[in-house]
């Protein structure tokens, strides 16, 4: 067993602990219900607790965009020890190696554009978490290289301009950027397409 070492993790156990040593403590000694002991129990039975959820969701929502977590399910193994390769060259690699990305280049790479694009994403992985669970969870991984896809694959361009904006003059020198810029601008041309910049996963038909 590991103790966790996050601020806010840590903090999520510490406001938990108080909080049941206050019910525990009112439990085994009942005291009368005076002024001081409500207002122990109101520390005890909401104010405490509401920290420790508020805390805990709050490192398990940034727990979900590392890769780490993404790589859990046995079916995104591959995806997940390829952008660990530090020899690797495919894109998620490269963007793994990222210090803007990093530990959490799966969600940023997939993370839903705009201003919501958090929640909608979380939203979304809930529906992951739902196929693994009820469809992909005895999945052979050969199988999964063949049957798992994108779910809006021309949507992706759009991630993927959330940092290459197809405005800067660095990227607009490169002929084919200038010659497919209103393609892929519009989703038509996939920056991760074998004649473009390839897949993101190589390894994974799906491309995904």
């Known amino acids: 067993m590991t103790f966790p070492t996050q601020p806010l993790a840590i903090l999520a156990l510490c406001l938990a602990a108080l909080a049941a040593a206050i019910l525990v403590t009112y439990l085994v000694t009942r005291p009368p219900l005076v002024r001081a002991t409500k207002l122990w129990l109101l520390l005890g039975l909401g104010i405490l607790p509401i ?16 890769r780490e977590f993404c790589g859990s399910c046995h079916v ?30 799966c969600y940023a790479c997939h993370a839903d554009y705009g201003m919501f694009g958090t929640l909608v994403t979380k939203a979304g992985g809930m529906r992951h978490v739902w196929l693994y669970l009820t469809e992909y969870h005895s999945t052979p991984l ?48 996939s920056c991760a397409s074998a004649g473009c910049h390839g897949l993101a996963h190589p390894f994974f038909q799906g491309g995904g």
Not at 51 to 66: H, I, L, P, R, S
Not at 78 to 105: E, I, M, P, V
Not at 150 to 179: F, G, Y
């Open 51 to 66: 920290g420790a959820a508020f805390a805990g969701n709050v490192q398990g929502f940034e727990a979900t965009k590392e």
């Open 76 to 105: 995104m193994a591959l995806h997940a020890k390829d952008s660990d390769d530090l020899t690797s060259n495919s894109l998620a690699a490269r963007h793994a190696r990222n210090a803007y990305f990093g530990q959490d280049n």
């Open 142 to 189: 050969d199988e999964a290289k063949k049957t798992i896809r994108l779910r809006a694959p021309e949507k992706m361009n759009a991630n993927c301009m959330q940092c290459h904006s197809t405005e800067d003059s660095l990227w607009l020198k490169v002929p084919d950027h200038r010659s497919s810029l209103d393609d892929a601008r519009a989703g038509r041309v």
